[in-house]
């Protein structure tokens, strides 16, 4: 590997943090080529009456650079 490029973005799910991590990949894959790795900085939710109805996992994505 040469040099890694590491872009943060937050990924949401109603189901769970992992899926929230699984999603933002998957969306981030779209578009970036070469992703690497994934760290989680920050797991969060939101709650309406009690229940948690999104949860958001905040990541730091790395991908190669290929310039």
Known sequence: MGVIIIR???????????DAARRA??????TVRNIKTV???????????????E???E???GF???G
């Open 59 to 61: 990541l730091k994505i």
């Open 55 to 57: 949860y958001r996992v």
């Open 39 to 53: 760290e989680v900085v920050q797991s969060t939710a939101v709650v309406e009456n009690g229940e948690i109805v």
């Open 64 to 66: 190669e650079y290929e």
């Open 8 to 18: 943060e973005m937050v990924g949401t799910s109603p189901t769970s943090w992992s």
């Open 25 to 30: 990949v998957a969306t981030a894959s779209k």
